[in-house]
């Protein structure tokens, strides 16, 4: 069985007293990101002051935002507001999203962010493979669209990434079992396009922050998941 997102050193990392430091850090990291200053520098400046490894560092440029951006992603987000406007057709941030949701499956630490998103540590580093938790993955996403309506859905995949065509036929032999017509399309570049679109199903900051709408989809997916590793910051 394989674990997605996971290392050994997660268990002292983001457990007991690390953990607290980091939530400290969190809130430092908070104060300056709402001072104007950067992601980047800002994680460096106070992961040095705590000595903290590359990853609890990526935990906290993950987990926290501005409060500038998280009021105009709040803005943007459709699920809370499920009004006339609310989409019967959306797009979906594919690997983004299943991997997040293969993390929770596999008991790997996922992160409740400040912008009320989850995120997770696995990154993509332009390598994938499907494994025992994906096709879950997958049926989870289209299970919780039918019960919310959603008539349409296109999964995007990027190109560049390693067994985008094994995910894709994965994602079309599932939706065989659902009424909500199906879509992927193997794209060079899926965060440039998303980041135009309306009714946008993702967890990544960029397309959030400059795509016409979103659907926070995420907290209701992991909800359905036990036991799961849950990390606020």
């Known amino acids: 069985m394989s674990r997605r997102g996971y290392v050994p050193e997660d268990e002292k990392q983001f457990l007991g007293k690390q953990l607290e430091l980091l939530k400290k850090a969190a809130d430092e990291v908070q104060f300056l990101l709402d001072q104007g200053y950067d992601i980047k520098p800002t994680t ?8 903290f490894s590359e990853r609890q560092r ?3 440029a993950r987990s926290i935002s501005s409060k500038e951006w998280i009021e105009k992603r709040n803005k943007k987000e459709l699920l809370q507001k499920r009004d006339k406007s609310f989409p019967k057709i959306v797009h979906i941030d594919g690997f983004n999203m299943i991997i997040t949701l293969e993390v929770a499956l596999s008991g790997s630490p996922i992160f409740y962010c400040r912008d009320g998103t989850i995120r ?5 580093r332009g390598t994938y493979r499907v494994i025992d ?3 879950r993955a997958i049926e989870l996403i289209l299970s919780e669209l039918e019960l919310l309506k959603i008539t349409e ?10 067994n985008s065509g094994r995910l894709s036929a994965l994602i079309w032999q599932c939706s065989e079992k659902y009424s909500i017509s199906v879509n992927v399309q193997i794209i060079p570049d899926v965060d440039r396009v998303l980041e135009h679109l309306e009714g946008v199903i993702s967890g990544d900051a960029i397309i959030l922050n400059h795509c016409i709408s979103w659907l926070n989809l995420m907290p209701r997916l992991v909800e359905q998941i036990e036991p799961i ?3 606020h910051l």
């Open 120 to 124: 997770d540590l696995a990154g993509l």
């Open 133 to 135: 938790k994906t096709q």
């Open 44 to 51: 460096t400046f106070v992961g040095n002051h705590y000595m």
């Open 58 to 60: 990526l935990a906290l």
């Open 153 to 162: 859905v296109c999964f995007y995949l990027d190109a560049p990434v390693s």
């Open 229 to 231: 590793w849950k990390i």
